[in-house]
């Protein structure tokens, strides 16, 4: 594991790369989560999945964006501090630069991936969509874990819902939530956000060029209507898609490693991502 610090779009950017002590196989650039405004590379969600993709064979870089403020409401209900921070593009600009680099790199032996949980599946999407509309390079897959990709997402079916009321800590991504947080990403009211930003907002021709996608949602959590409306929407462009739900879980369970369900959802990516080097394109 090393750090480095690139001249990334908005000033330094650091990344931390993570080599597996076999043979280095394909790449993937990560991104954590944590509501655009939280999160850190320290943490299971970003450490942690990145040392168990390189004991895999896979080489990770991982990226520490450029943060949105911290909001008074959040510091209010958690005990931390406000703090400030940049707003779109920034972030955004970072991780499609990670992507860049690590393509140059040399540091894989295959092609790259790129992937993120929560907030960091948006980034992470929103940056190969960028790619997907220009020159490239395109990421060979996009790897999403329980993504939020809509500021305006829609209502959870009954058997959600259901479950949501059953477990009211659960509870945590209703409308007004999750717009809060996007606009506090934002600057601005999520109505004005381009589709970079909010790429659950593409339509089947933007998204015509986007990677092979695999996804793993949590159950119960409302941030699965985003991932799921992402799919079918991934569907109709003719998108490979692989998307499943992992049984028994809240959101942001690769943030908790002692979980079974973080090491299965860990295996689904795994493999995956190993298959798009060419010599292992038998696993399933």
């Known amino acids: 594991m090393t750090d480095q610090v690139l001249d990334g ?59 949105a403020p911290y909001p008074r409401s959040w510091a209010e209900a958690s005990g931390a ?65 329980y993504p939020t990709l809509h500021a305006v997402q829609g209502t959870p079916d009954a058997a959600l819902r259901a479950a949501l009321d059953a477990d009211p800590a659960a509870d945590t991504f209703g409308p007004e939530a999750v717009r809060g947080m996007y606009e506090n990403y934002l600057g601005g009211p999520a109505e004005l956000a381009d589709v970079y930003a909010v790429p659950g907002t593409a339509s089947p021709a933007q998204l015509s060029h986007f990677p092979a996608t695999i ?34 879980t809240r959101h942001g369970h690769l943030n908790q490693p002692e979980l079974a369900a973080a090491a299965a959802s860990i295996d689904r990516f795994a493999r995956r991502i190993l298959a798009t080097s060419p010599e292992n394109k038998e696993q399933p």
């Open 215 to 248: 996804m793993i949602n949590d159950e119960v959590d409302e941030l699965r209507v985003s991932g799921e409306a992402f799919g079918a929407t991934l569907r109709d462009a003719g998108i490979s898609l692989d998307i499943s739900t992992e049984p028994g």
């Open 81 to 145: 501090p406000e703090r400030d921070g940049v707003h779109y593009p920034v972030a955004s600009d970072e991780v499609e630069a990670a992507f860049r680099w690590a393509v140059e790199s040399g540091l894989a032996h295959g092609p790259w991936s790129i992937g993120g949980a929560s907030a960091g599946g948006n980034l992470a999407a929103g940056a190969a969509l960028r790619l997907s509309h220009g020159a490239g390079p395109v990421p060979a897959l996009a790897v999403l874990a």
């Open 9 to 67: 779009p908005h000033g330094p950017l650091r990344v931390r790369v993570y080599t597996p002590t076999s043979p280095a196989g394909p790449g993937l650039v990560w991104v954590h989560g944590g509501g655009f405004a939280a999160g850190e590379i320290e943490m299971p969600e970003a450490d942690w999945v990145a040392r168990s993709f390189a004991d895999r064979g896979i080489v990770v870089v991982s990226v520490d964006y450029a943060l």
